[in-house]
C-alpha cells in the first residue's frame, strides 16, 4: 500500500510540474519542425534515446501499442508506398491517349557523293531548321492499352490486398510482443517474491542455528538457495528488458523513452468456431484476395500477347521552318497512320504459350494459398483450444503447489520439516507459477495467431481473473502466523 501512494504522489507531482509552449505561433515551434540533429539518437544514462518521440514515464497498454505500432512501423508505411508507386504505374498506361508533342532545331552541312560524278564536281550546301514541331495522337490500338491498364490496376489491388496484410502481421506481432512482455514481467514478479522466500527462509535457518535448533549446514543450504533465486531474478530483469525492446522494434519506435505496463496477462475468452473461422478468412484473409488478382492478371496478360499481331491507327502534323538560312522557307504534313508491328511468328507464339502456362500456375497457386491458409487457422484455431483447456489444470496445479509450500513452511518454523522439504515445495511452486504464466502467455498468443489467421480481430468476452485467489500480491498470508 506504501509503495502504490508514494507511486500516486510521484506521478501526481510530475503532471503538476509539467507545462506547454506559450508562444506557439510567435516563433518557430521546434518541437514540430526540429533541427535535423535534434532528431538523432542521443545517450542519455547509457542508453540512446529520442527526445519528444513520445510524452516521457507514459503509461501504456495494449490499443495504445497497437496506435504506436500502425503509425510508425516502416513496413507499412512501405507498403503504402507501393500502392501510390501502382497508382501512378496505371496513369502511365493510360498516357498512351495523350497527344505527344515534340520540338527539334538543328544545323546540317551536306556534301553530296552521288551527285559528284553526274556533275564531276561535289555539291555541299547548308540545311536550317529554325524549328520542328510534331503532334501526334493515338486514336485506337484495339485494346491493347486497356489491357495494360487492367493488368495495372489489378497490380494496384495487389498492393492494397499486401497492405491490409503487413497490417494484419504488424498487429500480430506487436499482440505477441506485448504478451511476451507480459509474461516476462510475471516471471519477474515470480522471481522477486521467490528471492524474498528464500531470504525468509535464511533468516529462519540463522535463528534456528543462533539458537542450536538446527546445524550449520541448514545455513548454507539456505544461503545457495538465495543466492540461486537472485541469479534467476537478474535473468528475469533482463528478460523484461528484452521483451521490451523487442515490442519497441514492433512499433517501429526503437529509441521510445521508459514506460510503464499496467495490465497483466488474463484470460479473455472468446467463441468461435473452425467453420466460423474459415468462413471468416474466406472474406477478410488479404492473402486470398492476392491469389485472386494475380489469377485475373496472367489472364490478361494472356489476352495482352495475343494481340501482339494488331496495329496502332494513330494521325501525326508536323510543321517545318528552316531552309538555306534559319527562316527562309517553312513546310508541313499531316496523316494518318496505321501502323503494323515487325511480326516475329515463332515470337510471339511462344510467348502466347508462356502466358499460358503462367496463367496455369497462378491457378495452381491459388489453390495452395488456400490450402496453406486452411492449415495455418487449424493450428491456430487447436493450439487456442488446447491451451484454453490447459488453463485451469495449471491454475490447479499453482493451488496445489501454493498449499504444498505452505504446508512445508508451517513444518519447517515449528522444525518438522527439513530444509531440503521446503526447497522442493518452494521451487515447485516457482514452477507451477511459471508454467501458468506460460499457458496465460501461449494462449493469448494463439489468440492473435487466430485473428491473424483469419484476417479480423475476434470479438472477446470480458476478462476473467482465474487466479484471483492465488494472485501473487496475495500469497503471503502464510507470513502472519
Given at each position: 500500500m506504501y509503495k502504490k501512494l508514494t507511486a500516486l504522489i510521484l506521478l501526481f507531482g510530475c503532471l503538476q510540474t509539467y507545462t506547454f509552449a506559450s508562444d506557439i505561433g510567435n516563433k518557430i515551434n521546434t518541437k514540430e519542425y526540429p533541427d535535423s540533429n535534434a532528431v538523432l539518437p542521443k545517450e542519455k544514462d547509457g542508453n540512446l534515446v529520442i527526445q519528444g518521440s513520445v510524452e516521457k514515464n507514459m503509461e501504456l497498454n495494449l490499443d495504445r501499442c497497437l496506435e504506436i505500432?500502425?503509425?510508425?512501423?516502416?513496413?507499412?508505411?512501405?507498403?503504402?508506398?507501393?500502392?501510390?508507386?501502382?497508382?501512378?504505374?496505371?496513369?502511365?498506361?493510360?498516357?498512351?491517349?495523350?497527344?505527344?508533342?515534340?520540338?527539334?532545331?538543328?544545323?546540317?552541312?551536306?556534301?553530296?557523293?552521288?551527285?559528284?560524278?553526274?556533275?564531276?564536281?561535289?555539291?555541299?550546301?547548308?540545311?536550317?531548321?529554325?524549328?520542328q514541331v510534331t503532334l501526334q495522337q493515338m486514336l485506337y490500338d484495339f485494346g491493347v492499352t486497356q489491357n495494360q491498364a487492367t493488368i495495372r490496376r489489378l497490380d494496384y489491388e495487389n498492393y492494397k490486398q499486401t497492405l491490409t496484410s503487413v497490417i494484419n502481421d504488424v498487429i500480430f506481432q506487436t499482440k505477441d510482443a506485448y504478451y511476451n512482455l507480459l509474461y516476462a514481467m510475471e516471471n519477474k514478479r515470480v522471481a522477486e517474491d521467490t528471492v524474498k522466500k528464500f531470504e525468509m527462509f535464511y533468516e529462519q535457518a540463522k535463528a534456528f542455528y543462533q539458537i542450536g535448533m538446527n546445524p550449520k549446514v541448514d545455513v548454507t543450504i539456505a544461503q545457495a538457495n538465495l543466492s540461486n533465486s537472485k541469479l534467476q531474478l537478474i535473468q528475469a530483469d533482463n528478460a523484461v528488458n528484452l521483451a521490451v525492446a523487442r515490442l519497441n522494434n514492433v512499433m517501429g519506435v526503437p529509441f521510445i523513452d521508459k514506460y510503464n505496463i499496467q495490465e497483466r496477462l488474463d484470460y479473455v475468452p472468446v467463441n468461435i468456431t473452425l467453420e466460423e473461422s474459415v468462413d471468416i478468412a474466406r472474406d477478410a484473409r488479404p492473402e486470398l484476395k492476392q491469389a485472386e488478382l494475380k489469377v485475373e492478371s496472367a489472364k490478361q496478360t494472356l489476352k495482352l500477347v495475343k494481340k501482339s499481331y494488331f496495329p496502332t491507327l494513330s494521325i501525326e502534323g508536323q510543321y517545318q521552318r528552316g531552309g538555306k538560312s534559319w527562316n527562309s522557307n517553312y513546310g508541313y504534313n499531316i496523316g494518318g497512320y496505321l501502323n503494323f508491328p515487325t511480326v516475329n511468328g515463332m515470337l510471339i507464339r511462344n510467348e502466347i504459350k508462356e502466358a499460358r502456362y503462367l496463367y496455369d500456375k497462378e491457378l495452381a497457386n491459388a489453390a495452395n494459398t488456400q490450402n496453406a491458409i486452411y492449415l495455418e487457422i487449424q493450428n491456430a484455431f487447436l493450439t487456442l483450444t488446447e491451451k484454453k483447456n490447459q488453463i485451469p489444470v495449471a491454475l490447479l496445479q499453482v493451488k496445489q503447489a501454493k498449499e504444498n509450500y505452505e504446508l512445508s513452511y508451517g513444518r519447517y518454523r515449528v522444525g518438522e520439516a527439513s530444509p531440503t522439504e521446503l526447497k522442493d515445495a518452494q521451487i515447485l511452486y516457482q514452477q507451477a507459477q511459471l508454467s501458468y504464466y506460460n499457458t496465460l502467455y501461449q494462449y493469448n498468443s494463439a489468440k492473435a495467431s487466430l485473428e491473424k489467421a483469419i484476417g479480423k480481430n475476434l470479438v472477446a468476452e470480458d476478462a476473467i481473473d482465474l487466479k484471483k485467489a492465488g494472485d501473487n500480491d496475495k500469497e503471503d498470508n502464510v507470513n502472519k502466523s
Open positions: 505500432a500502425l503509425g510508425n512501423n516502416p513496413q507499412i508505411n512501405a507498403a503504402f508506398q507501393d500502392i501510390l508507386a501502382s497508382d501512378a504505374r496505371i496513369k502511365q498506361v493510360w498516357s498512351n491517349y495523350f497527344p505527344q508533342l515534340s520540338w527539334q532545331t538543328g544545323y546540317t552541312r551536306i556534301r553530296q557523293l552521288q551527285l559528284s560524278d553526274v556533275f564531276g564536281r561535289n555539291l555541299t550546301f547548308n540545311y536550317y531548321v529554325l524549328g
